[in-house]
């Protein structure tokens, strides 16, 4: 009472309102007493510093913060007293004993998994845990285990009992048991042990093993024989079963005597059977009482083949008329060309109307790409540009059509710009699959390529043959199919009567160096003014229809006559080079010339050279190589045949190539009237229009027609090709 009177004469203040207060502040005054270490006691005393600075929400959650530690870190110690129920030695110190907390907790949760994994094994619902002295049992069985694994490894008795099969603890003890069965039913076919051990010698045992051989092939071969019998004979196998064995004996070898008409028996059985199940009894009932078999399979076949006939014609009623349908081919191909006409005046007259009005761009200055097809975009319908003017200065939007030409020729990124046009072609060569290459031709997908491999210029089917993946009209006449002759001289003179003979012939001559192309001209000049050449033709010829060039160059002109000095390329082996150089030489209308002064094609054996010689050398059935697989056409090629014409496979589309008197023809059939319509126009448009126009006759014939046979297919042929060359 003496210090509440001297705390009220000090602070005019009654201590009794603030006894709670004064309370927190002893204990807190008599914890920071208990406090030993120096850092704690600062670390606690900046604490309520801070505390005392920050506002009163931040103080209250501060306040319970240190609420919810306290009831943990008193949780703590419930735990340490309940461990130490259960004989757990614990310190008494705070962090040591969290970390001890933690190592058995991790050991709790590893006693609970391996009693889980074990309850899995031992299988007993009974028991609520797993016992220690399961898990010593567990213990004893995996050493024991590792014991007779150990002494199986250490055992010499059973690897020399066992060879091979003995393998420690991996040995498959089935494997050995059925040796042991095999070995002892083995030993009771004999008397006695001394004959079992006579059997292991060599030579009786090679015996031995011959004789069972053989006794497996007999057994097998009775096996055959009894299926045969059994399922012929399906109600008297108990006789063949209990039978005396040598009477089955007997038996079977009667059997096996006629064992070919056995098995005769039982396919006609089984060919019966079929018949049955598809209730063509008739059929079968024909079959049975024929009197003249010889008559069956012709009777069949015309049977069959009658009623197929009928049933197609009324399907198809328009196949009678097929005469028609080849007119309707002729009206459409004929509208088409209509078409194509007015399309094309209706494109010029809108190009004339929109060009109309000319915008000159005379006198105006710093005029940039953009600005000048803006302002020229009635008078400039084409636009020819490289890929950096495209990608630097063009709007490729503003453009209906790109055409990108020599793409295989630069990287893909080059046309960055050029390929976001709406419509897009892309023109180049095709590259081959196997050369790694990253320009737009090997970009596109093999579906998006129209493969342009197709020559309209007539050229000789023996040169075609050698032109890989490319296809083409050929010559009308089989002579000038060859396409290939070697000269030895003269070869300047064979070039001057070309030009005596026609003014208009064009020839690439391939000769390499200066010195030897220069030669030629003055050979040629002095030959051409021998044979009264005017000088005006001359020049012409030198400087229009004749090309001397060096064939690696590979620049020459679209000529009849490709004419090629052997001498200078004869060594050529390098296969790239050897295909290109084939290449430019078979492109040609008329022949290729090989001018082999020397012999080369006879004395050298170089890749140019062997590919020349297989040209050279083509035996004339090769011009018309490839197989025929309609048999329809081969039977009418047949018929032509005996009709005086020889008869090829057609070349592209045709069905067939005939030829008489070195003039070819062609024969165009239909046959399949279940195609769809726009497959038989593209035929007739892309195969008869086109070769009719390049004077190579072609007979369409209809082949499937119920008024036609092959006879007078044949001589519809053989009429139509005598009317067209009377008509000549």
């Not at 807190?28 to 604490?47: A, E, G, M, Q, R």
């Not at 024929?290 to 399979?297: A, P, Y």
């Not at 400087?543 to 060096?550: I, P, T």
């Not at 620049?555 to 004869?570: G, Q, R, T, V």
């Amino acid at each position: 009472n003496k210090l509440k009177k001297k705390y009220f004469d000090f602070t005019n203040l009654d201590i009794d309102e603030f006894e709670d207060d004064y309370t927190n502040i002893s204990l807190i005054s008599d914890y920071l007493d208990s406090l030993k270490d120096t850092l704690y006691f600062k670390n606690v005393v900046s604490f309520f510093k801070d505390n005392n600075r920050i506002g009163k929400k931040a103080f209250n959650r501060t306040r319970n913060s240190f609420s919810i530690f306290l009831v943990s870190y008193k949780e703590y110690f419930n735990i340490h007293a309940i461990y130490k129920n259960y004989g757990f030695n614990l310190s008494e110190e705070f962090t040591e004993f969290y970390y001890e907390i933690i190592n058995i907790n991790n050991y709790l949760q590893k006693v609970f998994s391996s009693n889980d994994r074990v309850a899995t094994v031992v299988k007993d619902d009974t028991l609520d845990y797993i016992s220690f002295k399961t898990y010593l049992d567990i213990r004893d069985s995996k050493n024991a285990i590792i014991s007779i694994t150990d002494s199986l490894k250490l055992n010499d008795d059973y690897r020399e009992i066992y060879g091979e099969m003995y393998n420690e603890g991996l040995t498959n003890i089935n494997a050995i048991s059925r040796v042991i069965q095999n070995f002892g039913n083995y030993i009771k076919c004999f008397i006695d042990d001394k004959n079992v051990i006579e059997t292991l010698k060599i030579d009786k045992n090679f015996k031995l093993s011959n004789h069972l051989n053989r006794c497996l092939e007999v057994s097998d071969e009775i096996n055959t024989l009894f299926q045969h019998y059994s399922k012929v004979f399906k109600f008297g196998v108990t006789k063949f079963l209990y039978a005396d064995y040598s009477e089955t004996i007997d038996y079977m070898s009667d059997l096996l005597k006629s064992e070919e008409e056995l098995i005769a028996y039982l396919n006609i059985v089984d060919g019966l059977q079929v018949i049955y199940d598809n209730n063509l009894n008739k059929l079968a009932d024909y079959i049975l009482f024929l009197k003249e078999e010889d008559t069956l399979v012709n009777d069949f076949k015309y049977t069959y083949f009658s009623n197929l006939q009928n049933l197609f014609l009324e399907k198809y009623e328009n196949i009678n008329n097929y005469l028609e349908i080849e007119e309707k081919l002729k009206e459409v191909v004929v509208l088409e060309k209509e078409i194509i006409k007015d399309n094309t005046l209706n494109i010029v007259n809108e190009i004339r109307k929109n060009t109309g009005n000319k915008f000159s761009i005379h006198n105006i200055n710093e005029l940039d790409y953009k600005a000048y097809l803006h302002r020229t975009k009635n008078i400039k319908n084409l636009v020819l540009a490289p890929t950096s003017i495209v990608n630097h200065y063009l709007d490729i939007n503003e453009f209906d059509l790109v055409i990108i030409d020599d793409a295989h020729l630069l990287d893909a990124n080059e046309y960055n710009e050029a390929i976001k046009g709406k419509q897009v072609i892309i023109c180049g060569e095709l590259q081959l699959q196997s050369v790694a290459s990253n320009n737009l031709i090997s970009r596109m997908r093999s579906n998006s390529i129209i493969n342009m491999n197709y020559r309209f210029i007539p050229t000789p089917k023996n040169l075609l043959n050698y032109m890989d993946g490319s296809l083409g009209l050929i010559k009308n006449t089989f002579s000038s199919n060859k396409g290939i002759k070697v000269i030895t001289n003269s070869i300047l003179d064979f070039v001057t009567n070309l030009y005596i003979n026609n003014d208009h012939v064009l020839i690439n001559i391939f000769s390499k160096g200066f010195n030897g192309q220069k030669e030629i001209y003055e050979d040629l000049t002095n030959l051409f003014i021998e044979k009264d050449f005017s000088k005006n033709k001359i020049i012409d010829i030198f400087a229009n229809k004749l090309n001397v060039v060096d064939l690696s160059i590979g620049y020459l002109y679209h000529s009849d006559y490709n004419i090629i000095y052997l001498e200078d390329y004869y060594d050529v082996d390098s296969e790239p080079l050897v295909n290109n150089m084939i290449d430019y030489l078979l492109l040609c209308k008329e022949k290729l010339i090989i001018y082999d002064n020397k012999g080369y094609l006879e004395q050298i054996d170089s890749g140019f050279v062997n590919i020349l010689n297989k040209i050279v050398n083509s035996p004339e059935k090769w011009l018309f190589n490839d197989r025929i697989v309609n048999k329809s056409v081969v039977a009418l090629g047949k018929l032509l045949i005996s009709k005086g014409y020889n008869a090829f496979p057609g070349h592209d589309e045709l069905s067939l190539t005939l030829e008489k008197n070195d003039k070819l023809y062609g024969v165009l059939l239909f046959s399949d009237y279940m195609r769809n319509n726009y497959e038989m126009l593209n035929e007739y448009r892309d195969y008869y229009n086109l070769f009719i126009k390049r004077d190579f006759n072609v007979i369409i014939a209809w082949i499937n027609s119920e008024e036609n046979n092959l006879d007078e297919i044949a001589n519809k042929i053989i009429k139509e090709i005598t009317d067209g060359e009377n008509n000549k």
